[in-house]
DNA sequence: CGTGTAAGGAATTCTGACACG
DNA sequence: CGTGTAAGGAATTCTGACACG
C-alpha cells in the first residue's frame, strides 16, 4: 500500500504541459532540475516526464520564489526534509525487526 | 466525491507516450478515435491528450481486439455500458429527490 | 541568481492518402 | 475492417550560449 504505482507518481507529462499547467516557463523548468529541485524522467529520445507529483511540487516552487526565497534555500529545506523522513523510516523500520524478533506480545 | 479533479481523469499524456504504455502504435489510437472508442482532449495547437483512464480504456480496446472483436462491437458495447449507467444515475437522483421532500423518516 | 531569447538540429505530431485485404 | 507507411508541414523539445542584473 506504501509503494503502490499511483497515477500521481508516474512520470508521463511532457515539459510543455507541465508549462501549461504550472504556469512556470519551460525555461523555469528545467532550471529548477539544474538546481536539483525537480527530478523529471526521459523518454527512450532524451524528452524529459514529469509526474502529477512533480507538478505539484513546481507550483509549491513557484509560491516560494514569488515570496523571494532562492533556489538553494528551497534546496536546503528539501534536503531537511527527506532527512527527516529517513529518519522516521529508520524507526520505523527498527519497530517492525523488533516485532518480528521477539513476536507480539500481547494476547 | 463523485465529481474530484482526479489525476486518474485528467488529460495530460501526449500520443507517444500513450503509445509506449499501451504498446499500440500511434496509428492504432488515432483509428480507435476515428471509431469513437476513444475521447482525448487537445491542447491550444491540436495535440492530442490523453488521461490514464483512456490508457486503461485502450488496453481494454487492444484485449478485444486481439479476441477479434471488432471496434464496432467493442463501441456497441460501450454505448449499452453508458445506458445502464445513466439509468442508475436517474434512479439514484430520484431517490435524492424523493428524500429532499419527504426528509428521512427513521429516527 | 534567475530568466529571457535566438540558434540549429532532432524528434514529435498532425492530416489526408494509398496500400493490402 | 484495421493497420502500415511515405509525405509535407507545423509545433515541440533539446542543448549551449549570450544577455541582463
Do not use: C, H, W
Request: net charge positive; proline share 3%; glycine share 6%.
Amino acid at each position: 500500500m506504501a509503494g503502490s504505482p499511483s497515477y500521481k507518481e508516474r512520470k508521463v507529462i511532457t515539459i510543455g504541459v507541465v508549462s501549461e499547467l504550472t504556469g512556470l516557463s519551460e525555461r523555469q523548468i528545467r532550471y529548477y532540475e539544474e538546481r536539483k529541485l525537480i527530478f523529471p524522467e526521459r523518454s527512450p529520445k532524451g524528452n524529459r516526464k514529469y509526474s502529477f507529483l512533480d507538478v505539484e511540487q513546481l507550483m509549491d516552487i513557484a509560491n516560494k520564489r514569488e515570496e523571494g526565497v532562492q533556489t538553494y534555500e528551497i534546496r536546503q529545506e528539501m534536503l531537511r526534509k527527506e532527512r527527516k523522513e529517513a529518519k522516521l523510516n529508520r524507526k520505523e523500520l527498527l519497530r517492525g525487526e523488533i516485532n518480528a524478533r521477539f513476536g507480539i506480545q500481547r494476547e
